[in-house]
Every structure is written in structure tokens, then in C-alpha cells.
């Protein structure tokens, strides 16, 4: 499956699903993320507490390094392409306006994926 790509590299229409639910939203691609990111407001729309998650992970942002929740969601969902029991860390990146976080490697390492710049695609296999 191929998706255009922009600069920087926006992958729209993302799903994510919990408990409650499914949300769609805009995430940047970034292989360099151990995780998937998404905002804590996305987490409580599809039905975790971020606030009382016990499992934390250290992240390294521009401000230093910080502790985030850290739990799996039910799915991620990139056009067709699926993958289940995904980890994913809640964090609110405010310089981040139009999307509401990372395509990280905790979804991408369960599939061979190109990234074409030249062309701007993003093709996950």
C-alpha cells in the first residue's frame, strides 16, 4: 500500500482504537521513535487515563529528559495495513499544531516499509 507523503512527513487518516473506541488523526512519520506517540487527549478519547498508567518511560525532548506513560492500544491503523497490541507513549508536543503526534517503530517494525522521497510516497508492505 502506498501513501503520499509531504514535507515534513505527514501520515494522514491514522486510526488508533481502544477501549472506547477508534480516532482518526494526523501523525508525522518519524523512524527514528522508538514509539508511536499520541496526545493524552487522544488516550482518554479511546478510553485510557493517562494520569493513572503505571508504566512510564524516559524520553529524550528538546527540554531534557522526561518520564511519559506508556501502554498498548488495541491498534494502529495505516490505510489497510494493521497492527495490533501496539506500544505507545502519551505525550502532548504543543509545537506539533496540525498533528497530533508520531508514527513511531512500534508500529513500523511489523512491516517492511519504503519511503520514496524523490516520489513522496511511503509504501508499508
Not at 14 to 30: E, H, M
Not at 96 to 125: N, P, Q
Request: glycine share 8%; charged share 20%.
Amino acid at each position: 500500500m502506498q501513501l503520499p507523503l509531504g514535507i515534513p512527513l505527514i501520515v494522514r487518516n491514522v486510526k488508533i482504537s481502544g477501549p472506547n473506541g477508534t480516532v482518526s488523526v494526523d501523525l508525522i512519520l518519524d523512524t527514528g521513535a522508538t514509539f508511536v506517540a499520541i496526545s493524552w487527549a487522544v488516550a482518554k478519547v479511546i478510553g485510557y487515563d493517562p494520569a493513572v498508567v503505571s508504566e512510564r518511560e524516559e524520553i529524550i525532548t528538546a527540554n531534557g529528559v522526561i518520564e511519559v506513560p506508556k501502554l498498548n492500544v488495541d491498534s494502529v491503523t495505516v490505510g489497510n495495513v494493521e497492527a495490533r497490541d501496539v506500544e505507545v507513549i502519551c505525550h502532548d508536543m504543543p509545537e506539533l499544531v496540525e498533528v497530533r503526534g508520531l508514527l513511531g517503530l512500534s508500529f513500523l517494525k511489523h512491516f517492511r516499509t519504503v519511503i520514496d522521497y524523490r516520489k513522496g510516497y511511503l509504501e508499508i508492505l
